[in-house]
């Protein structure tokens, strides 16, 4: 990754480094550059953003050096990523500016875009943005009449909101069916219920009041539990837990049993493809889906692809594959035929789907699979990062933890592209072999870097992070 990139657009904490107002109008003034170069299709710019206080920084510094160079930003407000990626080629936008640091904390925020057609930027293309951020091209700055001017779109959330219930089919509805929504606070706080409350469901709406600072704040995806509680009390058929921007879904069963992301994967694909609906007989999926999902859609007779961690690599490869299926097991799916990126509505709402077709309950449908146990383990070490997972000392402690595990099991290990950490991934047969073997990585790490600090996240039901 280049000085700003990393796995998801730009990131870090508000008005600090990166995201001061300084280094966000150069931001602004090399997208409107990049316009006027050519790099796109149309002249205009959409921007919208989450719930987070920074946001309105962020979105008035990106205004201001776009309307430097003489283009014009749409401002759509608060709303979902997918939103944003609907919308940008919906109205024939030449870029999509997402405000967001999706499941960080609200001190964090981001920028991510996408293309004209709703896509997000390939590595390449954004390197010819970095490259302008830091080289300062002059000559671009208009003057007088030719500065930009800034339009707000105002039925930008019932336009989304449309879009999402076409992709539920139209000869069925959700009447009867009750959901419980946490909405983490942050961007689909209006949408959500919107979309499950047209479609006839009674909807119980969980953190639907962001304050600025109180988006992901022990609710949403990352903190799915009181959802999932919810559940039980209520006596719901599903529940639906959004990160920040509503890219990512966690959900939970009518027992209150929280879902694996490659159980929705394994049920959604093995439904297309009696359906004949599966492309290219796929599915694409991370490093970081069990080794369970191989061998069940093997089974099945059908394929896996794996990619790097980040759903844009995963979206990569279902454009390249022609496939119409494919996510994190995270909680992040994309569903092609009916988006671009991933989008946590329009998940819930093929699960619904499914489970209306079937008229089966959630609980039935997801034992479609039985993950492999896994631990994921999340290490801070204050800096050095790459150097201490290549050095010899951390990898023949991996190659001998590995050997503890047998054959059936590994270890992956990987540098955080959106935060200053390590993530472990852990998987085989015996989940007390998989914890003995986490604290074993963590006290290496510890011995390299006294500075260390772990966390483990259990069976990987809700490890968000790119």
Request: glycine share 12%; aromatic share 6%.
């Given at each position: 990754?280049?000085?700003?990139?990393?796995?998801?657009?730009i990131?870090?904490?508000?008005?600090?480094?990166?995201?001061?107002?300084?280094?966000?109008v150069r931001?602004?003034?090399?997208?409107?550059?990049?316009?006027k170069?050519?790099?796109?299709?149309?002249?205009?710019?959409?921007?919208?953003?989450?719930t987070?206080?920074s946001?309105?920084l962020?979105?008035?510094?990106?205004?201001?050096?776009?309307?430097?160079?003489?283009?014009?930003p749409?401002?759509v407000?608060?709303?979902?990523?997918?939103?944003?990626?609907?919308?940008?080629?919906?109205?024939?936008?030449?870029?999509?500016?997402?405000?967001?640091?999706?499941?960080?904390?609200?001190?964090?925020?981001?920028?991510?875009?996408f293309?004209?057609?709703?896509?997000?930027?390939?590595?390449?293309?954004e390197?010819?943005?970095?490259?302008?951020?830091?080289?300062?091209p002059?000559?671009y700055?208009?003057?007088?009449?030719?500065?930009?001017?800034?339009?707000?779109?105002?039925?930008?959330?019932?336009?989304?909101?449309?879009?999402?219930?076409?992709?539920?089919p139209?000869?069925?509805?959700?009447?009867?069916?009750?959901?419980?929504?946490d909405c983490a606070?942050?961007?689909a706080?209006?949408?959500?219920?919107?979309?499950?409350?047209?479609?006839?469901?009674?909807?119980?709406?969980?953190?639907?009041e962001?304050?600025g600072?109180?988006?992901?704040?022990?609710?949403?995806?990352?903190?799915?539990?009181?959802?999932?509680?919810?559940?039980v009390?209520?006596?719901?058929?599903?529940?639906?837990?959004?990160?920040?921007?509503?890219?990512?879904a966690?959900?939970?069963?009518?027992?209150?049993e929280?879902?694996?992301?490659?159980?929705?994967?394994?049920?959604?694909?093995?439904?297309?493809?009696?359906e004949?609906r599966?492309?290219?007989?796929?599915?694409?999926?991370?490093?970081?889906?069990?080794?369970?999902?191989?061998?069940?859609?093997?089974?099945?007779?059908?394929?896996?692809l794996?990619?790097?961690?980040?759903d844009?690599?995963?979206?990569?490869?279902?454009?390249?594959?022609g496939?119409?299926?494919?996510?994190?097991?995270?909680?992040?799916?994309?569903?092609s035929?009916?988006?671009?990126?991933?989008?946590?509505?329009?998940t819930?709402?093929?699960?619904?789907?499914?489970?209306?077709?079937a008229?089966?309950p959630?609980?039935?449908?997801?034992r479609?699979?039985?993950p492999?146990?896994?631990?994921?383990?999340?290490v801070?070490?204050?800096g050095?990062?790459?150097?201490?997972?290549?050095?010899?000392?951390?990898q023949?402690?991996?190659?001998?933890?590995e050997?503890?595990?047998g054959?059936?099991?590994?270890?992956?290990?990987?540098?955080?592209?959106t935060?200053?950490?390590?993530?472990?991934?852990?998987?085989?047969?015996?989940?007390?072999?998989?914890?003995?073997?986490?604290?074993?990585?963590?006290?290496a790490?510890?011995?390299l870097?006294?500075?260390a600090?772990g966390?483990?996240?259990?069976?990987?039901?809700?490890?968000?992070?790119?």
């Amino acid at each position: 990754m280049g000085k700003l990139f990393g796995t998801d657009g730009i990131r870090g904490v508000a008005n600090k480094e990166l995201l001061v107002p300084e280094t966000v109008v150069r931001i602004g003034k090399a997208i409107g550059i990049s316009l006027k170069n050519g790099q796109a299709r149309h002249g205009k710019v959409l921007i919208g953003k989450d719930t987070r206080l920074s946001g309105y920084l962020i979105e008035t510094a990106i205004c201001s050096g776009l309307c430097a160079v003489g283009v014009d930003p749409y401002l759509v407000g608060p709303l979902p990523t997918p939103g944003i990626a609907f919308l940008t080629s919906n109205m024939r936008a030449g870029y999509g500016v997402v405000i967001s640091a999706s499941h960080n904390p609200y001190y964090d925020n981001g920028i991510k875009f996408f293309d004209a057609d709703g896509f997000k930027l390939s590595d390449s293309n954004e390197a010819v943005i970095e490259d302008l951020v830091f080289a300062a091209p002059s000559g671009y700055d208009v003057s007088h009449g030719d500065i930009g001017k800034a339009f707000r779109i105002d039925d930008a959330v019932g336009r989304y909101v449309v879009h999402l219930k076409y992709a539920f089919p139209k000869h069925m509805d959700l009447e009867g069916v009750r959901i419980v929504l946490d909405c983490a606070n942050g961007a689909a706080y209006k949408v959500a219920p919107w979309v499950f409350e047209e479609l006839g469901a009674e909807v119980i709406v969980m953190n639907d009041e962001p304050d600025g600072t109180n988006i992901n704040e022990r609710c949403g995806a990352i903190h799915p539990e009181a959802m999932a509680r919810k559940v039980v009390e209520v006596n719901a058929h599903l529940g639906l837990a959004l990160d920040g921007d509503a890219d990512r879904a966690i959900l939970a069963d009518e027992k209150g049993e929280i879902v694996h992301g490659d159980q929705v994967l394994a049920m959604c694909a093995t439904a297309w493809a009696k359906e004949g609906r599966l492309k290219r007989n796929l599915v694409v999926a991370t490093v970081m889906s069990t080794l369970a999902l191989d061998r069940f859609l093997a089974e099945q007779g059908i394929g896996l692809l794996r990619t790097q961690v980040g759903d844009r690599y995963v979206v990569e490869a279902m454009r390249r594959e022609g496939a119409n299926i494919g996510g994190e097991s995270s909680g992040h799916f994309v569903f092609s035929d009916h988006a671009t990126s991933g989008d946590g509505i329009l998940t819930a709402l093929m699960v619904l789907e499914l489970m209306l077709k079937a008229n089966r309950p959630l609980s039935e449908l997801e034992r479609v699979l039985e993950p492999s146990p896994q631990v994921l383990l999340n290490v801070e070490t204050n800096g050095h990062t790459a150097e201490l997972l290549s050095g010899e000392t951390f990898q023949a402690s991996i190659r001998r933890l590995e050997q503890k595990i047998g054959k059936t099991g590994r270890v992956f290990v990987r540098a955080s592209g959106t935060q200053p950490l390590i993530r472990i991934l852990i998987e085989g047969e015996d989940r007390a072999v998989l914890d003995d073997v986490g604290q074993e990585i963590l006290e290496a790490i510890q011995g390299l870097n006294g500075n260390a600090k772990g966390a483990f996240e259990g069976n990987g039901r809700n490890a968000l992070g790119s």
